[in-house]
């Protein structure tokens, strides 16, 4: 049963563990211990779940001497049955790291220079209450997270939307699942993924679009490796334009040029629709909009969609085939289509499919739009981002009066005269000065955004205020005014929710460094410090500390979608992890959302009217209200579009970027733990063959990136990745680099676009062209 102490490197997915369709999946516990303890020697496990990604696998963290020694799964948690990623195998290491922010800092005379809180604090405040009096709510944005706790969100929400009163508030949530939200919204009125992980078990097709899910959720990789290593191995699907381990195991691999996924999703729907492969009494009973999609895809035979994605008619027929006659189809889409040109139209496409198959809420006919980091569920749930607390409808009044009672405050005072602002536009109003001071929590962004110079020159203007709370040194906290150093995962305690809506509670297992502080005491100090009052001249927010704020969730959640009424922190302490709603109905939490055919999306209940799929402008109540009146699933379709950016003459290649296995986002943990460093220690360019032989590359050649924004040097690996197509890993910034060495960062490349539906920035599809800097052995 143990896969004990294996090189997780060199294995990132470990040994498998086959099982038939309809099955139970095996346990495998992995564990890693450092300085080669044994289990018996530790002095306590204390339970929590993975934060280097989204799938939740629930683990235990191990106490020696007061300081984290090691990892091992939770073999009895229902996301991972005991396994590990090797991130969270590793990366658990980076919390003791030796450059830990200890202490506050402030800037003098251009210095960032250490302090102690109350001068910090006093900095933030009298500069919040400077600029209230002179210019109002609207000079404050707040730039959140998906990797705080839920409990830290829906604090930072009331501050933010209900005392301060912005509507300049969003996650970096946006730069990841915004269009997952969006999807969702778009077809079932309402944020919540329709599907669970035990899809695997039953599922006869696993479809994946956009989503290297072998190296991004590698857990639920294992998971389906383990199928495929037994009988009734599902067939899978794979839509990407790299030969990415998912595509070396597909049935199908469809590589469409980068930006063309509504002109192939068009495509499929056209077979689906020619061959009768609907469920016709599903779509009558359950679903509006259908006759508009049949005449859409009718204008995309294959022949059509195979010239503008670039493969062959052939292969998109054999796909339709697999997802037309499926009997259990699990569909699971990301940033290939999220971070893509006309993004929440390709999405939404995926999920027509399951409509139009009435493959939902089933045991393997599941859906999910999925999230990518780990607790960027809460974000949206607890209105921290561009979303509203307990999913709830900013141009539905009703919703907002029962923000406003719950927060007991005027209904005036939380902005609803349009959506939460999108970061980019919020880096907009920074830009022309009317945004002042702005709030960084747990996100990078001057690593992680596109346009890098852009975004260096907008967070190091003076009149802009910035605070930054972070645990390390970054690219962000270089330019800070005023940086606060935080606690982390196993310095406090909190509950998070991965993609199938599993929530697990995390529990405080060493203390911080220094005098870093949990992001949860952080904002409750600011809120006092500022004297934040609701209506009646009590506290706003309320709480004290994670439990009670807890609670005052539970309390916003009742009877929306997303319900905690029925969990408590002593029902999640030893559990399997419980997915939500859990509430007096569901006691147990609910594994599959609209098995019963009803969903959220009655006008009076939905998150959202929807938006028009190319413009993105919003519908209006009325029209959602003839358009949908008893709250069916919406088929919405979508023409398609040609990327704004094409390779041309200067630049002949489409530029695509992503990840590793090995490191997460801007490294700042998985770059400070030996293992993982190692596994990756430097930016590398993809390129095919063909390309690299016209070009004349070799492998390991230094090779220059160039495209209208910027230029990034990078070592040459020729793979399998479609001809005419780059890859660039998004990871690796400066932090850990000499000054003075040549830009790296891919988003110096990376373009200020966005979907005009979810507003997610575009980090797949820039045109590049590609020149050899140093052959490898003049570079070695
Ligand atoms: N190891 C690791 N795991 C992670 C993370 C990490 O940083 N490292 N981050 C987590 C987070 S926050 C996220 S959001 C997820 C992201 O997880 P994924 O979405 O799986 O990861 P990406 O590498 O960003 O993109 C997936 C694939 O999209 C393909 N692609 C690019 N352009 C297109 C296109 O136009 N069409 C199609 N069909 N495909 C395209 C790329 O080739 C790439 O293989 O991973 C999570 N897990
Ligand atoms: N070109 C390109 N750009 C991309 C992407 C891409 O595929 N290509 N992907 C996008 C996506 S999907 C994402 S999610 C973003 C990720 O982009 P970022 O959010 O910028 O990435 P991270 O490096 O995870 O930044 C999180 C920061 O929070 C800090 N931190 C960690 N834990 C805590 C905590 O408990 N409290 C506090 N206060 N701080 C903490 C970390 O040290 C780190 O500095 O990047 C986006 N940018
Ligand atoms: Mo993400």
Redesign the pocket.
């Given at each position: 049963m143990s896969n004990g102490r294996r090189d997780r490197i060199a294995e990132p997915w470990g040994t498998r563990t086959p099982y038939a369709k309809g099955g139970q999946w095996p346990k495998r516990v992995d564990m890693f211990l450092a300085d080669e303890l044994e289990p018996e020697n530790v002095d306590r496990w204390v339970q929590s779940a993975s934060?280097l990604h989204s799938n939740g696998d629930g683990l235990d963290i191990a106490v020696k001497d007061g300081r984290i020694v090691g990892v091992r799964g939770r073999d009895d948690d229902r996301v991972n049955h005991g396994r590990l990623d090797p991130k969270d195998f590793y990366g658990w290491q980076a919390n003791a790291s030796p450059d830990r922010l200890r202490t506050p800092m402030i800037r003098v005379n251009g210095e960032l220079t250490e302090c102690d809180w109350d001068t910090a604090m006093d900095q933030v405040v009298r500069h919040s209450k400077r600029l209230l009096d002179r210019y109002g709510p609207s000079a404050f944005g707040f730039y959140t997270?998906?990797?705080?706790?839920l409990e830290e969100y829906y604090t930072l929400g009331v501050i933010a939307h209900g005392a301060i009163g912005t509507n300049h508030v969003d996650g970096?949530?946006r730069?990841?699942?915004a269009t997952a939200a969006e999807a969702l919204k778009e077809s079932f009125g309402c944020d919540g993924q329709p599907g669970s992980y035990t899809e695997v078990d039953h599922a006869d097709v696993i479809a994946l679009y956009g989503h290297n899910v072998a190296e991004t959720q590698t857990v639920l990789w294992m998971r389906i490796l383990d199928r495929l290593a037994g009988p009734d191995p599902p067939a899978i699907l794979c839509v990407d334009p790299r030969r990415t381990p998912v595509a070396e195991h597909a049935t199908v691999h469809l590589a469409p040029l980068p930006g063309t996924n509504v002109a192939l999703m068009n495509g499929l729907l056209h077979e689906i629709v020619l061959n009768g492969w609907v469920d016709t009494d599903y779509v009558r009973t359950h679903a509006v909009g259908f006759e508009e999609l049949r005449k859409r895809v009718a204008e995309f035979p294959p022949e059509r969609a195979a010239e503008i994605c670039g493969v062959s008619a052939d292969d998109i027929r054999s796909a339709a085939r697999l997802l037309g006659t499926a009997e259990r189809l699990l569909s699971t889409v990301l940033?290939g289509f999220?971070?893509s040109h006309q993004a929440s139209a390709a999405a939404v496409q995926v999920n027509n499919i399951h409509i139009l198959r009435g493959m939902l809420g089933q045991p393997g006919c599941g859906l999910l739009q999925m999230n990518?980091?780990p607790t960027?569920e809460n974000t949206r749930e607890c209105g921290a981002d561009g979303d509203l607390a307990g999913f709830r409808n900013w141009s539905n009044d009703s919703h907002i009066r029962e923000l406003a009672d719950l927060w007991n405050l005027d209904m005036m005072q939380i902005p609803h005269y349009a959506p939460p602002t999108h970061v980019m536009q919020m880096l907009r109003y920074a830009e022309q000065g009317t945004l002042r001071l702005l709030w960084v929590?747990?996100?990078?962004?001057a690593?992680?955004?596109?346009e890098l110079r852009r975004i260096r020159s907008i967070l190091s203007q003076q009149r802009l205020f910035l605070v930054v709370?972070?645990?390390?040194p970054?690219e962000?906290t270089e330019l800070a005014d005023v940086v606060?150093p935080?606690?982390?995962?196993a310095e406090?305690t909190g509950t998070f929710t991965n993609t199938d809506r599993t929530v697990h509670l995390s529990e405080k297992a060493v203390d911080p460094p220094g005098q870093a502080r949990p992001?949860l005491d952080i904002f409750l100090d600011y809120a006092r410090r500022m004297g934040f009052r609701d209506r009646d001249g009590n506290p706003l927010p309320s709480w004290t500390d994670p439990e009670s704020a807890f609670t005052a969730w539970q309390r916003c959640s009742a009877g929306r979608p997303c319900d905690y009424t029925g969990l408590s922190y002593d029902k999640l302490r030893g559990s399997r992890g419980i997915q939500w709603p859990c509430n007096a109905e569901n006691p147990e939490g609910t594994e599959r959302l609209y098995s019963d055919g009803r969903f959220w999306a009655d006008p009076d209940y939905c998150e959202a009217y929807g938006k028009d799929l190319i413009t993105g402008a919003p519908l209006e109540p009325t029209e959602y209200r003839a358009m949908n009146p008893h709250g069916k699933a919406i088929i919405k379709a979508a023409e398609y579009l040609p990327p704004h950016e094409t390779p041309n003459d200067d630049y002949p290649f489409a530029l695509i970027?992503?990840?590793t296995v090995y490191q997460?986002?801007?490294?700042?943990?998985t770059g400070r733990v030996p293992e993982l460093a190692a596994a990756a220690p430097e930016v590398w360019v993809e390129v095919s063959e063909a390309d690299a032989r016209r070009v004349g590359i070799q492998e390991g050649d230094l090779a220059d990136i160039e495209t209208p924004r910027g230029r990034v040097r990078a070592k040459a690996r020729i793979t399998g990745i479609r001809t005419g197509v780059l890859f660039?890993p998004?990871h690796y910034g400066y932090w850990d680099t000499e000054a003075a060495e040549c830009d790296r960062a891919?988003?110096e490349l990376?373009l200020t676009d966005w979907d005009p539906v979810s507003k997610q920035?575009i980090?797949?599809t820039a045109a590049a062209r590609l020149a050899v800097a140093s052959t490898g052995a003049e570079s070695s």
């Open positions: 934060v997270s998906g990797q705080l706790f970096n949530t730069l990841c699942t940033q999220y971070q990518g980091q960027a929590s747990a996100t990078n962004p690593v992680s955004l596109p709370q972070d645990i390390f970054t962000t606060l935080a606690a982390t995962w406090k992001d970027t992503g990840r997460f986002h801007t490294r700042t943990k660039l998004f891919a988003n990376t920035p980090f797949k």
